[in-house]
Nanobody, 124 residues
Framework: QVQLVESGGGSVQAGGSLRLSCVASRYTRLYFMAWFRQAPGKERGGVADIDSGGISPFYADSVKGRFAISKAGGSNTLFLQMDSLKPEDTATYYC??????????????????WGQGTQVTVSS
């Protein structure tokens, strides 16, 4: 069983930046990794995902141009650089991973490993 541990959440004012990290507990072949988020009273939705080689990122329209997903080379360490944060980005952010070769971008059912989440709060 792979455990994912997120870090880097916190509180920031609108326009600020945060960097989230996610580390897998043991090495296994994870073909895709992703970030999802859930705001209070809303369903969890996809933010960004990336292939194992770190060369094909995919973003939700709401974060394009502001967020950047990346992986540390040769490892299962995932990052999310979040710039120009808005109050509507406030949510619990979850790291997810898939050990299957093909996923549907930003679809929850594609991912079979999940972290516990880290809170991001953006104040206006």
């Amino acid at each position: 069983q792979v455990q994912l541990v997120e870090s880097g959440g916190g509180s920031v004012q609108a326009g600020g930046s945060l960097r989230l990290s996610c580390v897998a507990s043991r090495y296994t072949r994870l073909y895709f990794m992703a970030w999802f988020r859930q705001a209070p009273g809303k369903e969890r939705g996809g933010v960004a995902d990336i292939d194992s080689g770190g060369i094909s990122p995919f973003y939700a329209d709401s974060v394009k141009g502001r967020f950047a997903i990346s992986k540390a080379g040769g490892s299962n360490t995932l990052f999310l650089q979040m710039d120009s944060l808005k109050p509507e980005d406030t949510a619990t952010y979850y790291c997810a991973a898939a050990d299957r070769r093909s996923v549907e971008n930003l679809r929850e059912a594609s991912y079979n490993y999940w972290g516990q989440g880290t809170q991001v709060t953006v104040s206006s």
